[in-house]
């Protein structure tokens, strides 16, 4: 992982580089309670030289969590950074800063997760030339998507399949891991409703169906790895569904 700094591109400061392992998973207290947890550590490999232009540094992260109640998590973060080389303390605290606030993205996270499971579950050919034709109106607030100019800030839920006028329609960034590790984004259009609805599903449920679908893709199309696989049922939904819609 590489973090830059406060002032890196003036020179003045360079970039950090760090190699961590990462560990996070759920455990039961005496007293029955459910508290998951996150953890970084730096550990040093003579495999893993520091990149150029980088300074090696090092970081110890700890997070955990508990639900109270429904929709309300409490959340917990420690970090030390050691940065490897003189830095102002000023740019360290910054850095250090956004390390434990990371803590507060596992619900973010945890919902593009969830979306890019339904992006799966509900991609049919079969349902999306027939929920192409249903209606004209937003399927969240009702009104019709189409005008005397036309359909101009009309989309359609890339999920349901729904049309959405301009004001109802959420755009979403959803990550893919291709093969090799390079992260990649593509905004989708999602609507209100599958938003909620993702929200409201089990977690647990979620990533066993994504496990079966993964493994079903690589015995049916060949993919030679985890993250091969997941780019290749994602990325093609999204495709597939973008040129039906364009006709």
């Known amino acids: 992982m590489t973090v830059d700094v406060p002032l890196h591109s003036t020179h003045l400061v360079k970039s950090r580089d760090f190699v961590y392992i990462e560990a996070t998973g759920t455990v039961f207290l005496s007293n029955g309670d459910r508290v998951g947890y996150h953890l970084l550590h730096s ?72 979306l890019a499971w339904m992006l799966q579950r509900h991609h049919s050919a079969y349902d999306v030339e027939r929920k192409t034709r249903d209606g004209k109106g937003c399927v969240v607030c009702s009104k019709k998507t189409t005008s005397v100019i036309g359909s101009i800030g009309k989309s359609t839920c890339k999920i349901c399949y729904g049309g959405v006028c301009y004001s109802c329609k959420i755009r979403q960034n959803i990550s893919f891991i291709v093969a090799g590790g390079k992260l990649i984004q593509r905004k989708v259009v999602v609507c209100a409703k599958c938003v909620c609805e993702s929200t409201q599903w089990n977690a647990q449920e979620a990533a066993r169906d994504q496990i079966t679908d993964f493994e079903a893709c690589i015995n049916d199309q060949g993919c030679t790895s985890y993250e091969a696989c997941t780019v290749w049922c994602e990325l093609s939904i999204l495709e597939s569904s973008a040129s039906i819609h364009g006709r």
């Open 43 to 114: 550990i040093d490999s003579p495999q893993t030289t520091p990149l150029p232009n980088k300074i090696r540094a090092n970081v110890s992260l700890f997070g955990c969590f508990r639900q109270l109640k429904k929709n309300v998590v409490d959340n917990f973060a420690c970090a030390t950074i050691d940065p490897g080389d003189d830095m102002r303390r000023s740019l360290l605290l910054s850095v250090a800063a956004g390390a434990m606030l990371s803590a507060t993205n596992y619900v973010y996270c945890g919902q593009m997760k969830k």
